[in-house]
């Protein structure tokens, strides 16, 4: 017996031990793919930038390497590196031209107008752009109609249709479950708590959804007619045809492709752009990706300007765990001590700061505040706004020396809102009770808010907070854009204004793009020469195995 136990506990060491090596083996081989994939394909001769239109357009890179280890390879067009990628490929006399493929991709109007203009600037470099696609989407047709010349499958559509925007509204449905919105909020145009007590959009939020919507339409016909050398009115007539279930040859007869043709005929199109004599020779792709981290042959410079991207949803913090979403928000806690560190590198003598968010928490967003007046007080502070600075986002950037927005940027929202849901009928349905003790008048007000609802004093009290934070937030405008409170209040209210209006009204000083940003940080700063610099760095899978594994106490 003493054997058998000897030799059975030999067995599971060894099992242990191998698995244990595995483990290490794994753990290598996976850094090597994630290092291998992190680096970028040399530039060819007669090379062509192929810029894939579907999936969705992203403010910085996916830092996920596994998306196109599983083949996903579609799943977001970066920005970030589009622009960086366009600007590189207009210099390189490697590239010849860009290749669009068409699709549907989803996209804020004011980050693809801020691509567009790239591929404008990228035609005036004197190469071509062509476009082809199965299909197009609005948003893909917009970018595309930049290109020399449109093509689309003889069995393709454009769909051009024009723009719109659905709310659902909960309210009903969950009055039938026993559930009843409590809320609290400053803004007649604060509508994000609309669909938890309304059953349709409010005349004001009508009133403003209805002012940005057509105003972003227009942009884009005007854009569009421009580039295709047509009237607005008869691409805005085109638009009440062109739908997702029209045919291609009413988009070749209105003007909005050029030639209808399969893939083999586009192939001998790219040919003849680049030369080729024999139909033999293959065609050289590059991406987006390679040439955005090719290499710049610059002089070596220590001054820098550094580009702090801050993007998605305003939190204080940030939980744990491997997911690369978490990525995608402006933590308030990691972005004050970023900002801390910039504000002490003696490298970087001026910031942008690229804020696409809609908001989120009050809080961090006044924490955030603060730290970007210290980080003024020692160098210029420019701020770029991407698709969206709402709410939140455009509190974090009222204090800049310079705010520049796109014309379609969606901005404003100064307002806030506080909800607590009501389930005491919920709670009487399902037969479910809820009892306690308690020292204090209010010791139990967060739980009876939820299980039992608040009391008049209660929301009093909640709306009052409510009440503070919008005048906080309307001074801290006000100092920023040298107004006063009450002409901030005028336009705040919770309204989202476009970015050419909200020039108008004073609360961005410049329409332009990032590059706009970062040419006024560097004269702010007196800056002849100077290098860009990205900030914060990107999150890589590793970097979050690291975190959860070694960073535990």
């Not at 059975?8 to 595995?22: D, E, K, P, R």
């Not at 009440?240 to 909005?256: C, E, K, R, V």
């Not at 700063?525 to 960073?551: H, M, S």
Request: proline share 2%.
């Amino acid at each position: 017996m003493k054997s058998f136990i000897k030799y059975t506990m030999a067995t599971v060491v060894g099992i242990f031990l191998t698995m244990t090596l595995f483990t290490i083996i794994g753990i290598i081989s996976l850094a090597g793919m994630l290092a291998t994939e992190g680096m970028s394909a040399p530039i060819k001769e007669k090379s062509i930038l192929r810029i894939n239109l579907s999936g969705e357009l992203a403010e910085r890179g996916d830092a996920n390497p596994f998306a196109s280890l599983m083949g996903e390879t579609s799943a977001s067009l970066s920005l970030e590196a589009a622009l960086l990628a366009l600007d590189k490929a207009a210099k390189n006399d490697k590239i010849l031209g860009v290749y669009l493929e068409g699709g549907a991709i989803a996209a804020n109007p004011g980050m693809a107008q801020e691509l567009r203009q790239a591929l404008v600037e990228f035609k005036k470099s004197g190469k071509w752009v062509v476009a082809y696609g199965d299909s197009y989407g609005k948003t893909a047709y917009y970018l595309s109609s930049v290109a020399d010349s449109v093509l689309l499958n003889p069995e393709g559509n454009v769909d051009f249709s024009g723009m719109a925007t659905q709310i659902m509204f909960f309210k009903d449905v969950m009055e039938k479950v026993g559930v009843k919105m409590q809320v609290f909020k400053v803004g007649t145009y604060k509508s994000a708590v609309e669909p938890f007590i309304c059953s349709e959009m409010s005349p004001a939020n009508r009133e403003q959804v209805t002012s940005y919507l057509f105003s972003i339409w227009t942009n884009m016909l005007k854009d569009v007619a421009e580039s295709r050398n047509m009237e607005v009115g008869k691409l805005n007539s085109l638009a009440d045809s062109l739908t997702m279930i029209s045919d291609a040859a009413m988009a070749l007869n209105g003007g909005m492709v050029d030639k209808l043709c399969y893939m083999d005929e586009v192939k001998a199109i790219l040919r003849e752009k680049c030369g080729y004599e024999d139909d033999d020779d293959d065609l050289v792709f590059t991406t987006v990706a390679d040439v955005a981290k090719s290499e710049t042959l610059d002089e070596k410079v220590d001054e820098e300007v550094a580009v702090y991207y801050a993007y998605g949803e305003i939190v204080q913090s940030q939980s744990g765990g491997l997911s690369m979403d978490q990525e995608h928000q402006i933590v308030g806690e990691k972005m004050i001590k970023d900002l801390q560190d910039l504000r002490e590198n003696d490298d970087v003598k001026a910031v942008v700061i690229r804020v696409n968010s809609p908001g989120g928490s009050a809080f961090a967003s006044e924490q955030i505040w603060r730290e970007v007046c210290l980080l003024k007080e020692k160098k210029p502070v420019v701020v770029s706004m991407g698709g969206m600075a709402a709410s939140g986002g455009y509190y974090i950037s009222c204090a800049a020396n310079r705010i520049f927005a796109e014309p379609t940027t969606l901005t404003g929202s100064i307002g806030i809102f506080g909800t607590v849901p009501n389930m005491s009928k919920l709670m009487d349905k399902i037969g479910l009770d809820i009892d306690g003790v308690s020292t204090n008048q209010h010791s139990d007000l967060t739980v009876n808010a939820v299980y039992k609802g608040m009391n008049k004093q209660e929301m009093a009290l909640m709306q009052s907070m409510v009440e503070r934070g919008y005048d906080l937030f309307t001074k801290r405008c006000a100092d920023g854009r040298d107004m006063t409170q009450d002409e901030i209040k005028k336009i705040g209210e919770g309204r989202v204004w476009l970015g050419k209006d909200a020039l108008e009204i004073g609360l961005v000083d410049e329409l332009g793009n990032i590059n706009d940003a970062i040419v006024k940080a560097a004269k702010l700063a007196n800056l002849g020469r100077y290098k860009l610099v990205d900030y914060p760095e990107k999150v890589t899978i590793i970097d979050k195995l690291q975190e959860l594994i070694f960073d535990k106490s």
